[in-house]
């Protein structure tokens, strides 16, 4: 059985920093393409950052030059470095493994800024 679990999220200023983790099992990690999505209160959720099993990342449009995704196979883990935060990045973050048609999705953690 899959299970993604978030850890991370919290309030913060804007202009500070986060790093959210993913810790997967359940799966071959290695061979996924990992993924985090936000949805906002009243928006659908959109795709933040994407990192395939080889490692290619690309990044929302919204989030270039302030997020980076990262992967460590050994460790099961997909992190997600978020800098420069402003209160329109304030959503609930999921956790995504996709290969081929299949698609699982964490429990999401709520990430906050605001002053």
């Known amino acids: 059985q899959v299970q993604l679990v978030e850890s991370g999220g919290g309030l913060v200023q804007p202009g500070g920093s986060l790093r959210l983790s993913c810790a997967a099992s359940?799966?071959?990690?290695?061979?996924?393409?990992m993924g985090w999505y936000r949805q906002a209160p009243g928006k659908q959720r959109e795709l933040v950052a994407r990192?395939?099993?080889?490692?290619?990342?690309n990044y929302a449009d919204s989030v270039k030059g302030r997020f980076t995704i990262s992967r460590e196979n050994a460790k099961n883990t997909v992190y997600l470095q978020m800098n420069s935060l402003s209160p329109e990045d304030t959503a609930v973050y999921y956790c995504?493994?996709?290969?081929?048609?299949?698609?699982?999705w964490g429990q999401g953690t709520q990430v906050t800024a605001s002053s």
């Open positions: 995504n493994a996709a290969l081929g048609g299949l698609s699982s």
């Open positions: 359940g799966i071959i990690f290695s061979i996924y393409h």
């Open positions: 990192i395939t099993s080889g490692g290619t990342a």
